[in-house]
């Protein structure tokens, strides 16, 4: 994660003055320590321009009860279920909820940092592929889906875990020559381990597969044109696909099926996302399921902890498959 | 709309001194007026128990920058669509937006509306069907789909001529038993006026029409028993079905495929909202279409308007049809 230059941290501090950063910390909030370790610290905050008064203000006495949360948008079903059950874990532990639904906006994402950095907000939960974003180490944030860094909590589904059980369904489902296909962003982001669970499984079972991976902004149509090279006389090169959304089998089915191929009989499908119908009806697909509650739970318990330096960096939670008509399970 | 006793507004002033709105803001921001009418609003302010305080740290000069949204989830795809496009409108306009999103719990409802009236947002744009809501008239509240009373703007779709628009298009289409299948809130809001133009444009017509009416909680298998009724010998006594929303369109398609009928050859659909799969790929049926980036802009522009006295006390925006796959549309 880049830093921003105009604010340096309490752990800049504790690097400059070589000096632990709980005791950075006592002498920031005036409690007794060594004399030498006293003016080390002070040296550091001089040299570093260190803003001790707005720390002063700093998180405990100056609450807002207010976690800022970043997403996309509101209209990916993902996003929306997503934020819905981070306000209801935000909600049970007395905190309000600012949505800022980006649209991909990279500026307004920074507003939303600047305004934790003035102590608008207590924290912020951050779902962004915006490789700008500048955080400073101050502040309580959470990144859901990204790793920005070591210093940066970030809270996933076990996407590898996910591939790996995708693949090794088609595999049992009888399937013996898979595709994956993707669409993002071209950030390395914990999505794209979706794609190494697959290729790890197909290779230990030694399944011939092939990959098809898309950049954002890239035309849909590629992956059409990807199908048509893999079908010849009435039959495709395939017999599963893994695509990396829910949203994304959608689509592919929806070309299958204009092929003239039949969805689960010709090839089998599977989504990753869990998403259902309306929010709440049956599953769209065949598909691996996050446990988005239990995502943005963790998310809050993390923004919300006092102790910030011993947070894990990266936390992957489970997930399960589940059948949803593009696939035909065998138990 | 319930007045909340604890609050009586600067309007019950007015009421109780018998002297315009106007005079007696003047009076309570200190703005010379005739003597006669000065004792008579510092009578009545008394008499009320009228928190002059409160109001004077007033809106103007304690602004948050803030509007809190109240919507019942974020999982259902409308309240996800119109929640994005709100914060859109918002941002434009400098504005935050705490969402709280009360999975019909009335308390969180209602300490939204606490937190307004202690000036902790400026506004309120309120999705909520809960009967006892209270809100003081002293606080911008725009309600959405419900009208709450005479002082407080509503902003709704043309939802009586949604239900005309989709009883012409089925009748257009060919169909001659039409059914309108609703399942929603037994208070009276907005949305139950797509039964009244669907009544109104079949009677117009003189075609035959059932309804079917269900209450929020009843079972959705008291639709599947509606039908089964109406199906003898193979064939369903109806050909038209006007869904109250696209999801329930969903629910009884599903239904009527299990019963061995072809949509829409065997019988034509259509729902209402515009629904998206996935937010915004195809439609999922033919539907009336409501204009969500529209609603939501209007309903900031209300909420944040200065001079709330000129409110409209109802706002209905156009609809549209748009074919969506369940019906057979002549031309």
């Known amino acids: 994660m880049a830093k921003s230059k105009s604010a340096p941290t309490m752990k800049d501090v504790a690097r400059e003055s070589g000096v632990a950063l709980g005791t950075v910390s006592k002498v920031i ?36 009860n207010t976690i800022a949360v970043i997403v996309p948008n509101l209209i990916n079903p993902f996003f929306g279920k997503l934020v819905h ?3 209801v874990s935000l909600s049970e532990a ?9 649209d991909y906006n ?3 994402e920074q507003n939303v940092v600047i305004m934790a950095e003035q102590k608008k907000v207590d924290g912020i939960i951050c779902l962004s592929y915006n490789p700008r974003l500048q955080v400073s ?11 920005f860094g070591e210093n940066i909590p970030c809270v996933t589904s076990d996407n590898f875990g996910g591939g790996t059980m995708a693949a090794n369904r088609l ?4 399937c013996r020559h898979l595709a994956f296909m993707r669409i993002g962003s071209p950030l390395s982001n914990e999505t794209n381990k979706r794609s190494d669970g697959f290729v790890s499984a197909c ?3 030694d399944v011939e597969y092939s990959l098809k991976i898309l950049n954002d902004g890239d035309s849909y149509e590629l992956f059409r044109d990807f199908l048509k090279e893999h079908f010849k006389n009435g039959k ?6 893994f695509c990396v959304t829910d949203s994304l089998e959608h689509s592919i089915e929806g070309m299958l099926t204009e092929m003239g191929l039949k969805v689960p009989r010709d090839v089998q499908l599977i989504g990753f996302d869990g998403t259902r119908r309306f929010g709440d009806m049956e599953l769209c697909c065949s598909t691996i399921v996050q446990q988005v509650d239990k995502l943005a739970s963790t998310c809050v318990e993390m923004v919300l902890k006092e102790d910030r330096d011993n947070l894990p960096t990266l936390v992957c939670l489970p997930v399960q498959y589940a059948y949803g008509r593009t696939t035909i399970d065998k138990t």
Do not use: W
Request: hydrophobic letters at 35%.
């Open 29 to 64: 909030n005036g409690i007794p320590v060594g004399e030498s370790y006293r003016l080390k610290v002070e040296e550091a905050i001089k040299k570093l321009n260190y803003r001790v008064n707005n720390y002063a203000k700093g998180l405990k006495s100056n609450h807002t």
């Open 85 to 87: 059950y981070i306000n």
């Open 94 to 102: 007395g905190y309000q909820m600012l949505v800022c639904s980006t």
């Open 106 to 108: 990279p500026v307004t």
């Open 137 to 147: 180490d101050d502040i309580p944030f959470v990144s859901i889906d990204r790793y």
């Open 171 to 174: 595999i049992a489902n009888g």
């Open 203 to 205: 290779q230990a079972a």
């Open 236 to 241: 495709l090169d395939f017999d599963g696909i």
